[in-house]
């Protein structure tokens, strides 16, 4: 017996990757983003406090933390690096390292504050993006050293696929959905 689900989205309906594959460099990159961001959101759609549940033990691995990671991505990139705002982190602290993860709760209030964050991180990208007058935009980092916004674009890029693919076997493991 499967307990494999049906696709979240039917694929022919599904609209995340309709990018051109020969547009210039910014509409790619930027239309890839948007469709790694998308993914996570319907990775998560029409869950509640499952969104906290763990993967495995030791882990603490969850939907929910993975929505609070990259949100903390989204701020140090962009607002951190590349805006070079002296702000904290959203969840994290050197003496909580990976307390995006460790500190989720499957309460209503966690999951809509850990969503309002992702959302308002997300939209700072986008405008500080979109304000950008070019892909070679730098900031400096205390990891990377001197990058641009260019390399920003692919890392997220990079950091969403790697952790979409988490995604995927996490709602599996909840109720059976799964998809692209």
Request: proline residues 5%; hydrophobic residues 45%; contains cysteine.
């Amino acid at each position: 017996m499967s307990r494999r689900a049906g696709l979240f989205v039917p694929e022919e309906e599904d609209q995340r990757f309709a990018t051109p594959a020969n547009a210039d460099e910014r509409t790619l990159l930027l239309d890839l983003l948007a469709a790694q961001r998308s993914t996570l959101e319907l990775k998560c759609a029409g869950l509640t406090g499952e969104l906290a549940d763990r993967s495995v033990e030791p882990s603490t691995l969850s939907l929910l933390g993975l929505v609070r990671h990259l949100a903390e991505v989204e701020r140090r990139w962009f607002r951190l690096v590349l805006a070079a705002e002296a702000l904290p982190p959203l969840y994290t602290s050197p003496e909580a390292p990976d307390h995006d993860f460790d500190g989720t709760a499957g309460d209503p209030a966690s999951i809509a504050e850990a969503w309002a964050a992702w959302r308002t991180e997300v939209a700072f990208g986008e405008a500080f993006v979109a304000a950008a007058p070019s892909l070679d935009v730098e900031g400096e980092d205390d990891w990377r050293g001197t990058v641009s916004l260019r390399w920003v674009l692919l890392h997220l890029i990079e950091e969403y696929a790697r952790h979409n693919g988490h995604a995927d076997l996490l709602r599996e493991r909840i109720d059976g959905a799964r998809g692209m």
